[in-house]
């Protein structure tokens, strides 16, 4: 059984699977052909934290796939009445056959697995985003061909998005251009990378931006992080991506942003809804690559 809580659990040939699994899933989507392989098994959600793109693409993913969906959130549920996360494991594994948890701490969610008796997959934590940086590099694949060599510009906070940049890096062969203020580093521990040719930082986010293939930010401020808001407002105020640090990019670069995203803060609105953005395609193939990878970890390697 594998779990999926960090993008390094799989390595480079489950991914090149995964994401020709992807394609496929998607292309029957796309023409209304009914593919439900998972036709008798359950999926629990369980959300310690807002969500719109995560619920909605495992959700019907799910469910497009022939199976069904249970959802949890903190405040209907025991797990926001400290039931222990082992005995929540236990029970919830117990009567499903796979877990989605968005949360806090990585160390819950590993937890959680360590006491599951079925695969679980990490919707996002304070440290990582995997299913995300799953969907960006099919999305990047899908427009530009193989990431392998490529340049990512990462501008702004050193978080779960970029450690997991990183993780991706590293095991897929392309480099990260990271730029964010002092004090918000990737933390290089957390990304674990092998090989630290996979990345290098820039003070600057526009000598970051210089020559990528492809320019990607986030929020200034993630989810549990409310409380340093204003401190981050003033910190991040020059890591906005704008025009003139796509300009020094590859003229066929493109952006993306995992979303939710706020324009005029990280990114300028002519940046996120210019020609050069796929945040939507980015966002929509969240469902195509998650249902490669539930069928990855439910049934392995299915060639229909
Ligand atoms: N990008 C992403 O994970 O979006 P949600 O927070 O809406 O799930
Ligand atoms: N870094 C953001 C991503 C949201 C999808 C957060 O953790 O809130």
């Known amino acids: 059984m594998k779990h999926y809580l960090q993008f390094s659990d799989l390595n480079a040939d489950e991914y090149a699977w995964i994401f020709e699994r992807a394609r496929i899933i998607k292309a029957k989507f796309k023409s209304y052909e009914a593919y439900q392989p998972l036709s008798d098994r359950t999926l629990a959600l369980i959300f310690e934290k807002a969500s719109t793109r995560t619920r909605v693409s495992f959700e019907a993913g799910m469910y497009q796939l022939g199976g069904s969906v249970v959802h949890l959130t903190t405040g209907d549920s025991q797990l926001g009445r400290s039931e222990p996360i082992e005995d929540s494991a236990r029970v919830i594994s117990r009567m499903t056959d796979i877990v989605m948890i968005r949360t806090y701490e990585q160390s819950k969610i590993e937890k959680f697995a360590a006491f599951s008796r079925v695969p679980v997959i990490n ?8 299913c995300q940086i799953l969907a960006d590099i099919f999305t990047f694949m899908e427009h530009r061909g193989a990431i392998t060599g490529k340049t990512v510009a990462w501008v702004g906070d050193g978080n779960n998005m970029a450690n997991t940049w990183l993780q991706a890096a590293d095991i897929l062969d392309f480099k990260v251009h990271v730029s964010t203020p002092s004090g918000y580093e ?19 986010p526009t000598h970051a931006c210089a020559g990528a293939d492809l ?3 986030d929020v200034w401020t993630s989810m549990g992080y409310e409380a340093e808001n204003e401190t981050r407002r003033a910190a991040f105020a020059s890591w906005r991506v704008s025009q003139s640090m796509m300009a ?5 670069a493109l952006f993306m942003h995992c979303l939710p995203a706020h324009r005029g803060e990280e990114v300028d609105a002519d940046v996120i ?3 050069q953005s796929v945040v939507w395609d980015e966002a929509e193939n969240r469902l195509h690559v998650q249902k490669a990878l539930m069928e990855y970890l439910l049934l392995g390697r299915v060639t229909d």
Do not use: M, R, S
């Open 123 to 130: 919707g996002l934590t304070n440290e990582y985003h995997p």
């Open 186 to 204: 990737v933390d290089q521990v957390l990304a674990g990378v092998k090989n630290q040719q996979c990345f290098a930082t820039f003070k600057d």
């Open 215 to 217: 320019v990607t930010t």
């Open 248 to 252: 020094v990019a590859q003229p066929e």
């Open 273 to 275: 809804d210019g020609p």
